[in-house]
């Protein structure tokens, strides 16, 4: 639910109420871990998300982070596909790996573990199934569809599964092929992915090399 109202705020700021309101149930140092899973990316003001992370964990908690990377071709390409941010509920196309941990080290993290994934193979794959869901929403609208996807890129609904039963048994007839260009991956830089995953412990504020 929190997750949710946060994200309405990227297009109605004036519910910025309604989500302080949600953040106020929970305590001060009520966690010894949060995990924010592909949020920031969702929300105007991602200093505020992160003053909210702080002040619920505890004082040696563990802040599990993800989020798309910012940069890279694919992501140049996206909105010339017609894959533009609002398409995906962001408000910001991502980070910059370096730039996330400084910020976390500022606020009294220690960056323990971090990683890149979703590169370049995968990441392509995946932009054109969200192509090609949007093209179908576009063409073929059902009722009670909204008109801004905000975000909705995929299938999320049973009736939205029904709908698309056809191309999701297509999909799973050419998932090997999909699951051997995936494999590609394996020949990109390390630290070129289109998505970044970190593990930060509050403590010692340094950057690991």
């Not at 071709?73 to 408000?91: A, E, M, S």
């Not at 998932?175 to 593990?199: E, K």
């Amino acid at each position: 639910m929190i997750a949710s109202a946060a994200r309405d705020t990227a297009y109605r700021p004036s519910e910025r109420d309604e989500l302080a309101g949600l953040f106020d149930m929970l305590r001060r140092a009520a966690f010894d871990a949060v995990v924010v899973l592909d949020y920031l990316e969702h929300v105007l003001d991602d200093e505020r998300c992160l003053d909210e992370v702080d002040r619920v964990l505890e004082r040696s908690g563990t802040l599990y982070l993800s989020t798309p990377t910012e940069g890279g071709f694919l992501n140049w390409l996206k909105p010339r596909i017609g894959l533009t941010l609002d398409q995906y509920g962001h408000v910001r196309e991502g980070y910059r790996l370096a730039a996330l941990e400084e910020r976390l080290v500022r606020r009294g993290y220690r960056v323990v573990d971090r990683a890149t994934y979703s590169f370049f193979f995968t990441e392509a794959l995946e932009m054109g199934i969200n192509a090609l869901f949007v093209l179908i929403g576009r063409r073929k609208k059902v009722a009670g569809d909204p008109a801004n996807r905000d975000g909705h890129i995929s299938p999320q609904s049973e009736a939205e599964f029904a709908k698309h039963r056809r191309q999701l048994k297509l999909y799973s007839l050419i998932y090997p092929v999909f699951r051997a260009v995936a494999w590609l991956d394996r020949l990109c830089p390390a630290g070129s992915g289109y998505a970044l995953v970190l593990r930060a412990v509050r403590g010692p504020a340094t950057l690991a090399g």
